[in-house]
């Protein structure tokens, strides 16, 4: 099947560990995302990749790293968690040019720190 | 940077009601806006899309209005059902000077429940 695809889809830690979400896409693709979704369903753009190259860096902790090993791959690493990154995080990929248009979407990871 | 509103935040209506989700955006821009359905426990999916050049686009049951000169675009669902009780995203492309930068902005997203 051709899809964004995210492990694991539950995650559950404690606090001051580090942790990674793996997202692959096997859609083509050039630019990936990776957004948090809070209690509240607001999705927020955590980072955006394309071609491995980062183009999107939004204002969060330089706690999260992500890393693109090439372009099918989105990695998202988290250190020395906290209670407040407990969330829904989605990766999610789209067509060129840089699309602002047809994301696909993966499952979700829900992390909760505890 | 391009701000979404979306209303409301949840609404609740009785299968064959025809639900509307209204969404305004600030910067005008030029590529597609999308609707957004999600399922609990699934990711957000792609439902519909509108060009800004265009007033209305229908896709089955959905249908976008979109009103260029107010910067306010709405999502209609013609004889709901129960199956279509999701949560609904609006979202707004990057504005003309957002440079290199093309991610979407999302609206803050509507709770729909139909009732069977």
């Known amino acids: 099947d051709t899809a964004v695809s995210q492990t694991p889809k539950y995650l559950v830690t404690q606090m001051g560990n580090d942790k990674s979400i793996k997202c692959e896409q096997n859609?083509?693709?050039?630019?990936m995302y990776w957004y948090k979704q809070d209690s509240k369903k607001f999705l927020k753009i955590m980072f955006s990749y394309n071609n491995k190259e980062l183009i999107i860096n939004e204002t969060v902790p330089n706690r999260f790293s992500p890393k693109s090993p090439d372009k099918a791959h989105l990695n998202l690493h988290i250190n020395s968690l906290e209670l407040g990154d407990s969330a829904v995080y989605f990766c999610?990929?789209?067509?060129?040019?840089?699309?602002?248009?047809?994301?696909?979407f993966g499952s979700g990871t829900r992390l909760t720190v505890v | 940077q391009q701000q979404v509103k979306q209303s409301p935040q949840s609404l609740i209506v009785q299968k064959g009601g025809i639900p509307i989700i209204n969404c305004a955006y600030e910067n005008t821009a030029f590529d597609y806006f999308p609707w957004y359905q999600q399922f609990p426990g699934k990711g957000p999916a792609l439902l519909i899309a509108?060009?800004?050049?265009?007033s209305e686009k229908k896709e089955g049951r959905f249908t976008i209005s979109f009103n260029k000169s107010a910067k306010q675009f709405s999502l209609h669902i013609m004889d709901s059902q129960p199956g279509d009780s999701a949560t609904y995203f609006c979202?707004?492309?990057?504005?003309?000077?957002?440079?290199?930068?093309?991610?979407?902005?999302f609206g803050s997203g509507t709770q729909l429940t139909v009732l069977p």
């Open positions: 509108i060009r800004p050049d265009v």
């Open positions: 999610a990929s789209s067509p060129p040019p840089q699309g602002a248009y047809g994301y696909t």
């Open positions: 979202a707004a492309p990057p504005s003309y000077s957002s440079g290199s930068a093309r991610q979407l902005t």
């Open positions: 859609l083509g693709h050039d630019t």
